[in-house]
């Protein structure tokens, strides 16, 4: 009998981010409580620097953001906020860590959730990824479903499913 899989990912998609920022950005734009404000995205690799001129508009701006991210389908679980520091003409400013991938912390855990759940299939760490194999479909599907309830501190995608 033919072994099935799938790998569990946790990325953050960049182009869906980037159209996210933009929708936010217009938004802001025409909003009257953001008229001559300071406000910015500004995307560098694995962070976004989020830039208001007080903390309430910052906390109001990243709202916005995550609205935006959400209905594009970019999971607001892998952002990680940093702390508000001030910056340069009396504004403030927040780098906001976009998590890609996996950590090996995260990736034990699910590990032993499936291990603790007795549903017969194998999981091993691969890198940043973590690939479930089992001869039931229907005990892959009752996986994708454990780790869909659980309480994990990042959103997971199931790809590669064969």
Same mark, same amino acid.
């Given at each position: 009998?033919?072994?099935?899989?799938?790998?569990?990912?946790?990325?953050?998609?960049?182009?869906?981010?980037?159209?996210?920022?933009?929708?936010?950005?217009?938004?802001?734009?025409?909003?009257?409580?953001?008229?001559?404000?300071?406000?910015?995205?500004?995307?560098?690799?694995?962070?976004?620097?989020?830039?208001?001129?007080?903390?309430?508009?910052?906390?109001?701006?990243?709202?916005?953001?995550?609205?935006?991210?959400?209905?594009?389908?970019?999971?607001?679980?892998?952002?990680?906020?940093?702390?508000?520091?001030?910056?340069?003409?009396?504004?403030?400013?927040? &780098?906001? /860590?976009? =998590?890609?991938? $996996?950590?090996? *912390? #995260?990736?034990?855990?699910?590990?032993?959730?499936?291990? +603790?759940? &007795?549903? /017969?299939? =194998?999981?091993? $760490?691969?890198? *940043? #990824?973590?690939?479930?194999?089992?001869?039931?479909?229907? +005990?892959?599907?009752?996986?994708?479903?454990?780790?869909?309830?659980? *309480?994990?501190?990042?959103?997971?995608?199931?790809?590669?499913?064969?």
């Amino acid at each position: 009998m033919a072994e099935h899989s799938f790998d569990i990912v946790s990325k953050v998609d960049m182009q869906e981010l980037s159209n996210a920022i933009t929708q936010a950005e217009r938004e802001i734009e025409t909003r009257f409580d953001f008229k001559g404000t300071k406000t910015s995205f500004t995307l560098e690799k694995t962070d976004l620097v989020v830039v208001s001129d007080d903390e309430y508009k910052l906390k109001n701006v990243v709202d916005i953001l995550q609205s935006k991210m959400m209905k594009r389908g970019v999971p607001i679980k892998n952002m990680e906020f940093g702390k508000v520091e001030g910056a340069s003409m009396g504004t403030v400013r927040q &780098k906001v /860590k976009l =998590k890609q991938g $996996i950590e090996q *912390d #995260s990736s034990k855990k699910i590990n032993i959730l499936i291990r +603790d759940s &007795k549903i /017969k299939v =194998k999981s091993q $760490i691969q890198g *940043d #990824s973590i690939r479930v194999t089992g001869k039931s479909l229907d +005990d892959l599907q009752a996986v994708i479903a454990l780790l869909r309830g659980a *309480d994990l501190q990042l959103d997971l995608q199931f790809t590669n499913f064969k």
